[in-house]
């Protein structure tokens, strides 16, 4: 159709503002997804516990300033020798929907930090996964900060002052980072976009509150503090799209398992429909190949386990060879990384789609609860 989506969670209020506060996980999660995000991973360069301890808290403060559409303090200072704190470039935008989601990486549960016994249980660097051709320069991180906002410079304004206060402390320095756009998931409410190989993603995801609760909330294990936290896994996965728009429309819906236009699965007419993933044709062949993305990555065919994907699509223009530039951020959430591990394990080996793509960029966090107002990001680790 020529029209735009108009589910009611696709429509753009630049006025909506979420909450910093009080929340069960933090905002970001659970939040429908924006349109744009700003991604950045940050090292640790101060091995002082308090200059952690002073990072988060002013990232807290900060962080609830701007969701709210404000700035973190003065833009044109009275005095002209003194330097603006916010840097401006947000003003009048609105809040936009900004949500900033913020990881504790591997290492700031060490003996370094005096740490090591708050460590969330199921916090370690991910295992090695079939077909991964991981960069260290995209790779890691002690800690993450997702800015989504439906303006991009309302999400870019986030990071740049967040990553500012970073330098100021001298706690943590900026590491690696994606920019991405339309939304490659979809939350309550909202119409399923479209990834940059064109098919409907996100059509089977998380959306229930009684699924939160079971595969993303942290419920018990490690320290109270943990309770309503989750883990997030990153991965920068290039695409190769210029060969993949050559490919044949049949082979295409085959390697996803759906059909393109409609996202229906093959074995279905509507996108909603269930795969019956025993379904075979008259020649005796699975209608959902064994090797199809979803037949490998859906909870009927895990022992159950299920996912939040909150990705976008991004771009990092041309390459050195002259070819479109192009990828998925993948984003997920979920009570215990294994659950990822499992599903890539499978991906990595058999997924129709490793012809197109390319896991070159990782990461993995610890996302603590939201913090009740006048606390700050993982406050009672510190006590
Ligand atoms: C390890 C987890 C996953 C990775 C990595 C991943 C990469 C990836 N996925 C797409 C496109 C689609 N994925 C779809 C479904 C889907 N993908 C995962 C997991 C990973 N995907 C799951 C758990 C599911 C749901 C499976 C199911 O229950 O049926 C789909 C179909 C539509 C949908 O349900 O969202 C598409 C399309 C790309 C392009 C990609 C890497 C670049
Ligand atoms: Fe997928």
Known sequence: SATAATDAGDMLDLNRRYDFYGEVGQAGIRTPPQRHIFYMTFDLTSPLRRDLQVLLARWSGAIAQLMQGGTIGQVEPSRPNATGFDTGEALDLG??????????????????????????????????????????????GDLSVQACADDPQVAYHAVRDLARIAKDTGAAATRWTVMGFGRASAGKGQTTPRNLLGFKDGTRNIIEEADFEKFIWLKEGGPSWQRNGTYQVVRKIKMHIENWDTDRIGDQNNVFGRFKVSGAPLTGAEEFDTPDFRKQ??????????????RLAAHENNNGLRILRRSYNYTDGINEIGLLDAGLLFISYQNDPAHFETIQEKLGASDALNEYISHIGSGIFFVPPAPRKGSYIAQEMFT
Do not use: M, W
């Not at 062949?285 to 090797?291: E, K, Q, R």
């Open 95 to 140: 809040p936009a929907s900004l949500t900033v989601t913020v990881g504790l990486g591997p290492k700031v549960f060490t003996d370094t930090y005096g740490l090591a016994d708050q460590k969330p249980p199921l916090l370690r660097n991910l295992r090695q996964l079939p077909s991964d051709d991981l960069k260290p320069e995209l790779t890691g």
């Open 281 to 294: 044709d008259p020649g005796g062949n699975l209608v959902i190949p064994a090797t199809a993305h979803i």
